[in-house]
T-cell receptor
């Protein structure tokens, strides 16, 4: 069984400050890792993904994430946030093999609120 | 380019009523899925399909039925709505496993309230 834990349900920050949203996962098999963002009243959009190779992954809107296999973590970071980054962020994992038909397991979500 | 289209956007049902949430995608994606989103619980998989005629249960399938008669459509049926099914429902699709490891594409959701 797989599980994803987002360690913070809410993260308030001031504009132009750095931010880190934490994600830990558990899986008995190799996984792909994803971060999605959800703006109010919208569906989820892909921010970035880790499939293999370099453990530092860059995504859209200046976000990046680092895969740490030993700590089973995939934390999302941005060096300077904007008001427009206010949204809910979801970490997700998917079996890298072919047995789960690509089912994506999500964490509980982290609400990022950027204050002026 | 429509992507994943969900209808309706909002729905209010009385306990015991039935309804179908519609989902259509125009990207020729083999894989389609339904999630429900509840506060503090993230998104949980209800049902999924890896192609026309093939469906399977996800994490929380009870109270929901699905069918996949075409590649484009993947409707979700509530046979007898219960207040516990009050949620926001998302349909998502992607190309099949092993083809570029493509990400899920989400619809904009259906907000369902059961009274």
């Amino acid at each position: 069984a797989q599980s994803v834990t987002q360690l913070d349900s809410q993260v308030p920050v001031f504009e132009e400050a750095p931010v880190e949203l934490r994600c830990n996962y558990s899986s008995s098999v190799s996984v792909y890792l994803f971060w999605y963002v959800q703006y109010p009243n919208q569906g989820l959009q892909l921010l970035l993904k880790y499939l293999s190779g370099s453990t530092l992954v860059k995504g859209i809107n200046g976000f990046e994430a680092e895969f740490n296999k030993s700590q089973t973590s995939f934390h999302l970071r941005k060096p300077s946030v904007h008001i427009s980054d206010t949204a809910e962020y979801f970490c997700g994992i998917r079996d890298a093999g072919g047995t789960s038909y690509g089912k994506l397991t999500f964490g509980q979500g982290t609400i990022l609120t950027v204050h002026p | 380019n429509a992507g994943v289209t969900q209808t309706p956007k909002f729905q209010v049902l009385k306990t015991g009523q039935s309804m179908t949430l519609q989902c259509a995608q125009d990207m020729n994606h083999e894989y389609m899925s339904w999630y429900r989103q509840d506060p503090g619980m993230g998104l949980r998989l209800i049902h999924y399909s890896v192609g026309a005629g093939i469906t399977d249960q996800g994490e929380v399938p009870n109270g929901y039925n699905v069918s996949r008669s075409t590649t484009e459509d993947f409707p979700l049926r509530l046979l007898s709505a219960a207040p516990s099914q009050t949620s926001v429902y998302f349909c998502a699709s992607r190309r099949r496993q092993g083809v570029g490891n493509s990400p899920l594409h989400f619809g904009n959701g259906t907000r369902l309230t059961v009274t």
